[in-house]
């Protein structure tokens, strides 16, 4: 494409006197019978011909996604086809305000419009491969296929008083927890923003409904795909988008201190969960292999310095496993971990997987609990849903049960 151009730029300016009648012939045949010197010829055709070059670019090159594009995007993506930026405001609201997906069903574009926008652009999700439902109708996992092949799951989770969709940020994770069937596989790469919104898409239109929770506690790390993970926070958060509110949404982290940092810097509107499951550091790197980079005091300190930032509260979510983490001495350094840290601890019990680990027995389980609360700390259970369909914490493995 830059070649041609070039050409035209720069042919000779001793045009030959064969040259310029033809030129005078084209000029009434293209622009009609207004004469045109040979320099405005020249740069009429140079005009004509990038025309002719951008509308064979579109042609050979892949529409653009608009999925996963922010409010601000959209606009820039308007200007760019010649719209004013307003296009771009009504994309946003029909894409995530109403999730249609069909640029034909947005009825407000005039018709013009709308075939330009479908030989132009896409709004491409990911492919539904399989839906499971629990036992008790409480539970949905979807399992979704992105363009590549790589596999994802989200999970849905009806409650009394909430509806919490579970997000995957990436395919696979690379931390290597010991006792999650999604370290067990591996790291498969970081998730596009278009492929994250895709999954609160894709789960609206199997559960008929939006959810009022959204956490990122899916497959992989949060804090390793930040970037396009934080692009879609103004899309879940807009009024005229998903309209959750940021209090609503949380990411959980394996314990990343540059992440954690940098949702302080940025005052990410959000809230924040560590995966502790440990009260030492010799347990949490055997259980957590990324403490030997990130070890439980600079952990804390860390999150001690993200509190007082953002003034938000935090959450320890605390896996009790059998004989790892789960003895008196656990239950009593764990408030004197945590001290000084506006938080509350989420103990989970582990969810079976392939992995040699069991959960504590329900005595001990209350004990530990009960050990914990003497302390006069914020202790909250969360209940197991899903299992039966490996929907539970720890138990994503992107494949069906």
């Known amino acids: 494409m830059a070649r041609e151009i070039v050409i035209i730029r720069f042919f000779p300016v001793k045009i030959n006197h064969l040259f310029l009648q033809i030129c005078r012939f084209l000029r009434k045949f293209l622009f009609g019978v207004r004469p045109l010197g040979a320099r405005a010829l020249k740069g009429a055709l140079q005009r004509r011909l990038i025309a002719s070059l951008r509308i064979t670019q579109h042609m050979t090159t892949e529409a653009p996604n608009l999925l996963g594009m922010t409010k601000s995007q959209l606009e820039d993506f308007a200007r760019s086809i010649g719209q004013p930026p307003f ?4 994309l946003f609201r029909w894409i995530y305000g109403q999730g249609v997906s069909d640029f034909q069903k947005m009825t407000d574009l005039g018709k013009a419009f709308r075939n330009e926008l479908s030989g132009t652009a896409r709004i491409s999700l990911p492919t539904l491969v399989n839906t499971q439902w629990s036992n008790d109708g409480s539970t949905a ?17 009806d409650e009394e008083v909430r509806q919490t969709l579970c997000l995957s940020s990436q395919a696979g994770c690379g931390l290597g927890c010991t006792f999650c069937a999604t370290g067990a596989l591996g790291f498969g790469r970081n998730l596009t ?12 239109s199997v559960v008929g409904r939006r959810p009022s929770n959204i956490v990122f506690m899916g497959m ?3 804090l390793l795909n930040l970037d396009n993970l934080l692009q879609t926070l103004p899309i879940l958060t807009a009024g005229d988008g998903f309209a959750t509110s940021h209090r609503r949404i949380t990411l959980s982290t394996c314990g990343l201190i540059p992440g954690i940092q940098r949702l302080a810097k940025e005052n990410v509107k959000c809230k924040l969960a560590i995966s502790l499951n440990a009260t030492d550091q010799d347990t ?3 259980l957590m292999p990324v403490a030997r980079k990130y070890p439980l005091d600079a952990l804390l300190n ?15 979510e ?11 001495d656990d239950a009593l350094r764990l408030p004197r971990l945590l001290k000084g840290i506006p938080s509350k601890i989420n103990l989970i019990i582990l969810n ?22 003497s302390h006069k700390i914020h202790v909250s259970f969360r209940k197991s849903r899903g299992a039966d369909i490996a929907a539970a914490c720890g138990q994503l493995a992107g494949k069906p049960r």
């Open 220 to 222: 992989g790390e949060p």
């Open 318 to 328: 605390y896996v009790l496993i059998a004989g790892e983490n789960d003895s008196d």
């Open 302 to 316: 860390a999150v001690r310095d993200y509190a007082r930032t953002t003034r938000y509260r935090v959450t320890f």
């Open 141 to 157: 996992k979807c399992l979704v296929e992105c363009h590549d092949g790589q596999r994802i799951e989200a999970v849905w989770m």
């Open 87 to 90: 296009r771009g405001r009504q």
């Open 284 to 286: 949490r790197v055997r």
């Open 352 to 373: 079976p997987t392939d992995q040699p680990f069991q959960p504590p027995s329900p005595d001990q389980i209350h004990h530990f609990e009960t050990l914990l609360r």
């Open 193 to 204: 923003p278009d492929e994250i919104i895709g999954q609160v898409m894709i789960m609206e």
